[in-house]
């Protein structure tokens, strides 16, 4: 009886860490690039972006909500966090689609979200992708001949998490389309990223 236990447990873990051999790699990105509809909807677009949610990061108040960070009294930005497969996308990758959907050279925001919820920022969580985003402003910067004034910030160095907006704001791009390409076509997104990156920003 002994050596069936033992049997039924070495092959359930051999089992189990099959398994967690087979199992897709996943990591984290979060960039905030003003308004977190527009980013969402850029990232969602991307092979080998696994899930995406809206919401805000770099506060100090817990669970804030969209109207208190809109409100510019919560020290939050929208932001949009990005779970990817590094097998299928590189982070270098996911930067370059960030700068091309953002306008980084405005200290006041993104094109007409003018607030500071709106600032530009890159959230980074290991060493590795710190030291990418900074190689990939430093480009950027030089490119653009512009000054980047988006922050590269370590995760590590905040007190609070990374908060998902309201359910409805997620996706907010496809679950209330008309409403988005009202918001998209007044507030000149394609014509200013078209000014700033010319064919990059397609």
């Not at 696994?50 to 809109?70: I, L, Q, W």
């Not at 430093?138 to 980047?148: D, E, H, I, M, R």
Request: charge should be neutral; hydrophobic fraction near 40%.
């Amino acid at each position: 009886m002994l050596k069936r236990l033992l049997f039924v447990l070495f092959a359930t873990l051999g089992l189990s860490a099959s398994a967690m051999a087979a199992a897709p790699q996943r990591e984290t990105a979060v960039f905030a690039g003003g308004c977190f509809w527009s980013m969402q909807k850029a990232f969602d677009h991307v092979q080998g972006v696994v899930s995406t949610r809206a919401g805000f990061m770099g506060g100090n108040v817990k669970n804030p909500s969209y109207e208190d960070v809109t409100g510019e009294g919560t020290g939050h930005l929208e932001a949009v966090e990005v779970v990817f497969d590094p097998s299928k996308i590189s982070y270098d990758t996911l930067l370059d689609t960030y700068w091309h959907h953002t306008d980084p050279t405005d200290p006041r925001g993104v094109i007409c979200d003018l607030a500071p919820s709106y600032h530009t920022a890159i959230f980074t969580f290991n060493d590795g992708q710190f030291a990418a985003a900074n190689a990939s402003k430093a480009k950027v910067q030089a490119f653009l001949k512009k000054t980047v004034v988006t922050q590269v910030i370590k995760a590590s160095s905040l007190k609070l998490p990374f908060y998902p907006a309201e359910d409805y704001h997620q996706h907010y791009w496809k679950t209330h389309a008309a409403q988005y390409d009202g918001y998209a076509l007044g507030c000149g997104r394609a014509v200013a990223l078209h000014k700033l990156w010319g064919k990059l920003a397609d």
